[in-house]
């Protein structure tokens, strides 16, 4: 593709788009997952899980012909991110916060890549293919991102401090990529793509539960969790 052509301009566009609408989920996994540092951690965070986030998202756009191939992947992230969905909102307990990165740095940062790993799939094969092999657009793509995380991150940080309802919304959020993997998981082509009643129910079904299963189980575990705190 010629540089700075209008089919480059266009591809660099639809690369952008990409970036907008997919990267809000990864500034909600940073968010959530910092939510309950120190102060002078939070930014410290978000700068390196961002950092983390675009490390990983390099790595995957250069083996994303491999990633193509293998079977099952979208299935495998799918349900991955269903169970860091559920662990974001599960309460540990202690009465400090939520979830396996709450209070310590490097937890945070462990959340934030494996999430994004398994959340990275379809951005990467959506700036892939809006690039049309380009080299140069795959990266500006990557940068792009850059920002958009950092500022999204931040600004869902402060909403959630302001109103905590805003965890569970990211966690059904979380839900919902989660149940658009599994279904666009070529496997299970037969399940959910053909026309019909039934398969329509079948991508239904599939976001109820997801979403309903992770914030319900998050609920509980929290009931449960601080039952056992006020126990004597």
Same mark, same amino acid.
């Given at each position: 593709?010629?540089?700075?052509?209008?089919?480059?301009?266009?591809?660099?566009?639809?690369?952008?788009?990409?970036?907008?609408?997919?990267?809000?989920?990864?500034?909600?996994?940073?968010?959530?997952?910092?939510?309950?540092?120190?102060?002078?951690?939070?930014?410290?965070?978000?700068?390196?899980?961002?950092?983390?986030?675009?490390?990983?998202?390099?790595?995957?756009?250069?083996?994303?012909v491999w990633?193509?191939?293998?079977? =099952?992947?979208?299935?495998?992230?799918?349900? =991955?991110?269903?169970?860091?969905?559920?662990?974001?909102?599960?309460?540990? &307990? &202690?009465?400090? &916060?939520?979830?396996?990165?709450?209070?310590?740095?490097?937890?945070?940062?462990?959340?934030?890549?494996?999430?994004?790993?398994?959340? &990275?799939?379809?951005?990467?094969?959506?700036?892939?293919?809006?690039?049309?092999?380009?080299?140069?657009?795959?990266?500006?793509?990557?940068?792009?991102?850059?920002?958009?995380?950092?500022?999204?991150?931040?600004?869902?940080?402060?909403?959630?401090?302001?109103?905590?309802?805003?965890?569970?919304?990211g966690a059904?959020?979380?839900?919902?990529?989660?149940?658009?993997?599994?279904?666009?998981?070529?496997?299970?082509?037969?399940?959910?793509?053909?026309?019909?009643?039934?398969?329509?129910?079948?991508?239904?079904?599939?976001?109820?539960?997801?979403?309903?299963?992770?914030?319900?189980?998050?609920?509980?575990?929290?009931?449960?969790?601080?039952?056992?705190?006020?126990a004597p």
């Amino acid at each position: 593709m010629e540089f700075f052509s209008p089919a480059w301009f266009s591809a660099l566009l639809a690369i952008i788009l990409i970036d907008l609408v997919l990267a809000g989920d990864n500034a909600i996994v940073i968010a959530l997952a910092a939510r309950s540092l120190p102060a002078r951690l939070q930014k410290k965070a978000i700068i390196w899980g961002t950092v983390g986030a675009i490390v990983v998202r390099s790595l995957m756009t250069v083996g994303v012909v491999w990633l193509l191939q293998i079977p =099952g992947l979208m299935l495998v992230g799918g349900l =991955g991110l269903t169970w860091i969905a559920y662990r974001l909102i599960a309460d540990d &307990g &202690g009465g400090e &916060g939520h979830g396996p990165a709450a209070t310590t740095f490097w937890g945070a940062m462990r959340t934030i890549v494996i999430a994004d790993a398994l959340m &990275g799939v379809d951005n990467v094969l959506g700036v892939a293919g809006a690039a049309h092999g380009s080299f140069d657009l795959v990266v500006i793509g990557l940068l792009v991102s850059v920002p958009i995380v950092v500022f999204g991150s931040s600004m869902v940080l402060k909403l959630v401090e302001r109103f905590p309802v805003i965890i569970q919304l990211g966690a059904a959020v979380l839900a919902f990529t989660a149940a658009k993997m599994i279904i666009d998981e070529p496997l299970l082509d037969a399940v959910f793509d053909p026309a019909g009643t039934l398969h329509a129910i079948a991508r239904w079904s599939t976001y109820a539960l997801c979403i309903a299963g992770v914030l319900g189980a998050g609920w509980l575990a929290t009931r449960a969790a601080r039952r056992s705190a006020d126990a004597p």
